[in-house]
């Protein structure tokens, strides 16, 4: 005999494939981040000093690199704020592509810019409006990307309300510092 389950709801285990698929993006797009912003923290370390602020010397080159990381952080409660407002218009889906996309091409730009020997001082301004480009993206994916999984939860009816909590709190194991108590979308 099987139990009868209200229209519009699945019966239990009949998504998994799904949730598997949109747990892993989820996760897969937290460490392509946190890769980003580790390579790039390097890079300022060891690099862009030499490379973008050559006139400055070693020392304060390398303050000015790592302020150049800093921007990309200040720029990410704005970009939470922009892309929230049109992932609540246009859906967060595609506005996790934008996001996505937009980081994609900044990290390339970065990777792909002139020196200060050859550009002058053009090339520490692209690389600031590149790294405030990379924030505003980086901003904007956690405004999408942890509401994915639980905005995607498989309707069960033993479950208390229209969502699972187990799977709701599973959003926060996308965090790359491992699972926490606290949710923003749950």
């Known amino acids: 005999m099987t139990a009868h389950h209200p229209p519009g ?14 747990a892993f993006a989820s996760f897969i797009g ?24 050559p006139a400055l010397g070693t020392n304060a080159g390398t303050a000015v690199a790592f302020a150049t990381l ?23 889906k595609n ?4 996001t996505m996309s937009l980081m994609g091409a ?3 730009l970065i990777g792909l810019l002139p020196t200060a020997a050859s550009i002058g001082v053009l090339a520490p301004i692209l690389l600031v409006v590149l ?4 924030g505003l993206a980086a901003g904007g994916e956690w405004a999408a990307r ?15 309300g229209p969502r699972s909590p187990t799977w ?9 510092w491992g699972p926490s108590s606290w949710s923003p979308c749950s």
Do not use: N, W
Not at 10 to 18: D, E, H, L, N, Y
Not at 95 to 98: D, E
Not at 168 to 175: H, Q
């Open 9 to 22: 709801q699945a019966t239990p285990g009949s998504r998994p494939a799904k949730m598997r698929r949109v």
């Open 30 to 53: 937290t460490v392509v981040e946190f890769y980003d912003f580790g390579i790039y923290a390097t890079a300022a370390a060891l690099v862009f000093a030499k490379v973008f602020f």
């Open 70 to 92: 800093g921007v990309a952080f200040v720029a990410r409660p704005v970009g939470a704020i922009l892309f929230g407002h049109f992932g609540d218009r246009l859906g967060r």
């Open 95 to 98: 506005t996790l592509i934008a």
């Open 106 to 108: 900044a990290t390339v």
């Open 131 to 134: 790294r405030v480009a990379q």
């Open 146 to 160: 942890p509401c994915s999984p639980p905005s995607t939860p498989p309707r069960t009816a033993a479950a208390s």
């Open 168 to 176: 709701a709190g599973r959003s926060p194991t996308s965090c790359p």
